[in-house]
């Protein structure tokens, strides 16, 4: 079974926004993907009940795994994911193009 380990980037850990884009990631995989935190126990990553109770903050690394065809290619997906801060505010549009 294919697994993945990758530190958490959002400045507010898998809470909120963060974890509703990443649990809709992993439901949009259509593998049983789960997440869990060192020494903890996995969780389904397609729920956000179960995501965001895990209590995963800033920098911590986590543990994914996934069954099935693809496997591989939707964890890497969701590394890239986690490692990028999705609280971070978007790009200000170009101010110079008006």
Request: glycine share 10%; aromatic share 2%; proline share 8%.
């Amino acid at each position: 079974m294919p697994t993945r380990t990758v530190a958490v980037a959002s400045s507010v850990g898998l809470h909120a926004r963060p974890a509703m884009l990443f649990t809709q990631a992993a439901a949009a995989t259509g593998l049983p993907v789960t997440i869990a935190r060192p020494g903890g126990e996995a969780v389904d990553a397609t729920s956000i009940l179960f995501v965001m109770s895990l209590g995963v903050p800033h920098g911590e690394v986590v543990t994914l795994t996934a069954e099935g065809p693809d496997a591989e290619a939707a964890l890497d997906g969701l590394v890239e994911l986690l490692a990028t801060d999705l609280d971070a505010p978007a790009p200000a549009a170009d101010e110079g193009s008006r």
